[in-house]
């Protein structure tokens, strides 16, 4: 049975459905294996980058692995692409990771050794790895998309206490039917609208400006049908403080090389950041992308190999 060392806090991504499972199950986890409730911090990628560590021990889910986090008695749960040290023994902390299994399910894992299972999180965790992975050519992707919408639709904590840290109650929750709907009359409006809204950056970054529908299912749709001629696509989404989230997609790994170089994260094709607090909507937006954006194709990507990925898992 796996040993973890006993967390100080718990710290998961606060923008999507994989973050959110992730956060409930690392706190049943942390329930079973030493009968407290260890609070749990939910984090944006700039606000995760400046973060200080004054705890003596965590466990982290959803977020890539850095230098700074190579701490004892700390945990990590994650799949994101990251330079990961070439020696397990340059490892303080203690490091879960694959590429192919969400956050979820890598802390899903170990909370099946001890005894957490059960089939309403076996069909949340497997939906939220079709989601968060991408999985589009799976038969319940379109229903995966629905669970991964409502954290995006009604926000990490606001649908954290909507079911009372409970994540079982997600499953089949009756806001889902609002999430079909949307899906089934939004999405190819939506589609028709961006297509007529793309806005180049350079000649192989452009934003593309949303009005409804699914964002990252519309962008994906323009990619993967080259119904235009760029790598990466961006969206931008306004917040209430008047920051500006900027996300990015693409096929073939650019989108990450892209929101790093903005203080960004996430996958080699869904990554994403927030800009800076000069920027403060979506027409400031674009033009600062015009400056920082360099017109090259984005090259360089950094991936672990799968061999020192078998070894994370357990040691």
């Known amino acids: 049975m796996t040993f973890l060392p006993k967390p100080a806090v718990l710290c998961t991504h606060e923008s999507d459905l994989d973050g959110l499972l992730s956060g409930l199950l690392l706190q049943r986890l942390a329930r079973k294996m030493y009968g407290e409730e260890v609070p749990l911090q939910a984090w944006n990628y700039q606000g995760w980058r400046t973060r200080t560590f004054t705890e003596y021990s965590g466990w982290i889910a959803d977020f890539s692995y850095e230098t700074r986090l190579n701490r004892t008695d700390w945990v990590l749960f994650d799949h994101h692409t990251a330079p990961i040290p070439a020696r397990p023994s340059d490892l303080k902390l203690r490091l879960f990771h694959h590429h192919h299994k969400s956050a979820a399910l890598l802390v899903y894992e170990v909370c099946l050794e001890y005894g957490l299972g059960s089939p309403a999180l076996d ?38 206490e909507l079911i009372a840290g409970d994540p079982e109650k997600l499953l089949d929750h009756p806001l889902l039917k609002v999430m079909s709907v949307k899906r089934q009359v939004e999405d190819p409006i939506g589609y028709d609208w961006c297509l007529k809204h793309v806005e180049e950056i350079n000649p192989e970054v452009a934003v593309v400006h949303t009005s409804i529908g699914n964002t990252n299912l519309l962008v994906h749709q323009l990619l993967d049908r080259k119904a235009v001629p760029y790598q990466v696509l961006v969206t931008l989404f306004p917040k209430a403080n008047r920051t500006v989230v900027a996300s990015f997609r693409s096929l073939n790994g650019e989108a990450l090389p892209i929101a790093s170089k903005l203080q960004g994260g996430g996958h080699p094709n869904a990554a994403g950041t927030t800009l800076p607090k000069s920027v403060t909507d979506v027409e400031s937006a674009v033009s600062y992308l015009q400056q920082i954006l360099p017109s090259t194709t984005p090259t360089g990507l950094v991936r672990p190999s799968l061999e020192f990925e078998g070894r994370l898992r357990f040691e």
Do not use: I
Request: charged letters at 20%; a negative charge; zero cysteines.
């Open 123 to 160: 069909r949340l965790v497997h939906l939220n790895n079709l989601s968060d992975l991408w999985l589009h050519t799976e038969p319940d992707f379109d229903l995966s998309l629905d669970y991964s919408n409502l954290v995006k639709t009604y926000g990490f904590w606001s649908l954290y």
